[in-house]
């Protein structure tokens, strides 16, 4: 089981995010098992297991710090930082999670702090696997 989704049918440009919302991405690449739904934006763990998860993201124009967090069952288990110090355009952030998970658990990832908006098309990513059966 895997899937890979992103912006890439979104013209180019920004891509509000609701804080506190998972993030819907509307392109689905890959969702082998059909597990990611593109509705609601949440990955359902269909085996117990030890499971892979990434997020890439472009942060929008002049945003300052940007995060966002892969939660499973409302728990972070991993964060990607876009370091916009200096207000510059474009920062990218990126981060891994690796964890155990049950079968049936929600995957999602949500804006933690700073502006809500992010770049679309392919700039911004979130896929999974699963990298163990138990």
């Keep these: 089981a895997s899937f890979y989704v992103d912006f890439g049918s979104k013209p180019f440009g920004y891509v509000d995010i609701t804080p506190g919302s998972p993030i819907v991405y509307n392109h689905v690449e890959s969702n082998e098992g059909n597990n990611y739904n593109e509705s ?44 916009g110090q200096h207000k510059d355009s474009g920062d990218q952030g990126a981060g891994t999670a690796v964890a155990r998970l049950s079968a049936g658990t929600k995957v999602s990832v949500k804006i933690g702090t700073g502006e809500p908006n992010i770049w679309g098309s392919q700039l911004t990513s979130f896929s999974g696997f699963l990298a163990h059966a138990e």
């Design 40 to 83: 609601s934006g949440i990955f359902t763990v269909p085996y117990t297991g030890t499971w892979v998860f990434h997020i890439h993201f472009m942060s929008g124009d002049h945003a300052g710090s940007t995060d966002l967090m892969i939660y499973a069952d409302n728990v972070q288990i991993g964060t990607a930082l876009a370091e």
